[in-house]
């Protein structure tokens, strides 16, 4: 038996980083998971290896969290033995350049707010239709230092993680009485495709920012993850704030010197 036998997961962003990793916790914990990105191929090859590794039970959907009318449709015509979400992991979320304000560009200021946000809002509005009826679940933000504190560059990043943590303190107020958790976990420097992503591609810059640290696994956030959904019913962990131990703000970091 597993730590999540019998649950049934929704991962969103499964494809890559904290998500993927949390989709192999959880596999290896017995949850049934229902995998969510953009990218079905890469959704495709990780289900097939958590089937061969633990005999997972999984549902890959391609969804993008920023297409409204998509997260309903797909989340309505889940197959009935789907429908019993348990745990929803809002993982699905990007930063997009370091510029300051002045020279920053409103086409990625879009994109972090209709992802980070709007499309967060989107998936928990959807799936919550399905969990409320059975007063019983678990709601895990994935948040940020940067939703604590701000950095020059951070911004709209900064803002959108802020936006996280207000939600996921409003959410755990309206869901008190339906039984359902709400947890968020704000990492601090987690190594994966995210500063990738952030540099648009530009690999050497996204391993600049890692230089001479031991920063946090997608592996470690998964299994904190775990640890928040796997305690007893009368435990909610509210927040999680988790930095590499090299870390202790956005401003403070020792990087070991070659
Ligand atoms: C990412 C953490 O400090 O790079 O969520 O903004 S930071």
Known sequence: MGLLTGKTALI???????????????????ARLILTARRLERLDKLSQMLRNDHNAEILNLRLDVKNK???????????????????LVNNAG????????????????????????????????????????????????????????VY???????????????ITKALRAELLDKNIRVTTIDPGM?????????????????KNVYTGIDALTGTDIAETILFCVSRPAHVNINQVVIMPSQQ???????????
């Open 12 to 30: 969103t962003g499964a494809s890559a980083g904290i998500g993927l990793a949390t989709a192999e916790v959880f596999a290896r914990e017995g």
């Open 69 to 87: 009318k998509g997260v309903e449709s797909a989340i309505d015509s889940l197959p009935a033995e789907w429908q019993n979400i348990d745990i």
């Open 94 to 149: 990007l930063g997009l350049g370091l510029d300051h304000i002045k020279d920053g560009s409103p086409d990625d200021w879009d994109d972090m707010i209709d992802t980070n946000v709007k499309g967060l809002l989107y998936v928990t509005r959807a799936v919550l239709k399905l969990m409320t009826p059975k007063q019983n679940g678990h709601i895990v933000n994935l948040g940020s230092i940067a939703g604590i504190e």
């Open 152 to 166: 020059p560059g951070g911004n709209v990043y900064c803002a959108t993680k802020f936006a996280v943590n207000a």
């Open 190 to 206: 987690v190594e994966t495709e995210f500063s990738i992503v952030r540099f648009k591609g530009d690999e050497q810059r996204a």
């Open 248 to 258: 202790a703000s956005t401003a403070y970091v020792h990087r070991k010197q070659k």
